[in-house]
């Protein structure tokens, strides 16, 4: 629930009309009207007005705001989207929507036989998470090689340069996370 719907419901629950909420709160018309449309959010000063005038507390007012900006979202097999090929070998596969805005980046990486990515290096603070879900990899990651069969993970520092090879004739597939 966003804030503004909120305090319409309570300001409906105290029988008040928006002038009447104005006027006891101090806060202009025009920027509760905003609020309850969710064209804007307040300030935490004009929340903490709305909240005396309304006689609740803050915990109150953003109590079902936080329950509901808890997300789940589900995507099924075929709703994943390709969010990178190359060249048909390494296939890359986003598991959730607006992975950008995630503290978390989850992906399937599938690589043909024979596929390897190329040599990637993020920016310092960032970390990847592997798990090998079908087939066999080589990861090198810095000056280390790891041979991964299906079951194994890895969990290193993405600042360290690092690719991913299946050097057999069948398919990988791994599970990859990444801290954004």
Known sequence: MRI???IRELRKEKKMTLEELSTKS?????TLSRMEN????????????ICKALNTSLAELYRKVEDESKTVEAVTRTERIEHFSRGGAVKYELLVPKASDKKLRPLIISLSG???????????????????LAGALEV????KLFSLKCGDSLYFDASLPHTFKN???KAAEALCVISP
Do not use: C, N, W
């Not at 101090?26 to 025009?30: M, S, T």
């Not at 090198?140 to 000056?143: L, N």
């Open 167 to 169: 050097r057999t004739k």
């Open 26 to 30: 101090g806060v202009a018309l025009a």
């Open 140 to 143: 090198s990651i810095g000056k």
């Open 114 to 132: 024979g596929g390897e990515t190329q040599e990637e290096q993020d920016r310092p603070g960032k970390e990847k998470f592997l798990y090998l």
């Open 38 to 49: 969710g064209r804007m959010a307040g300030t935490m000063d004009s929340h903490e007005r």
């Open 4 to 6: 503004g719907k909120r």
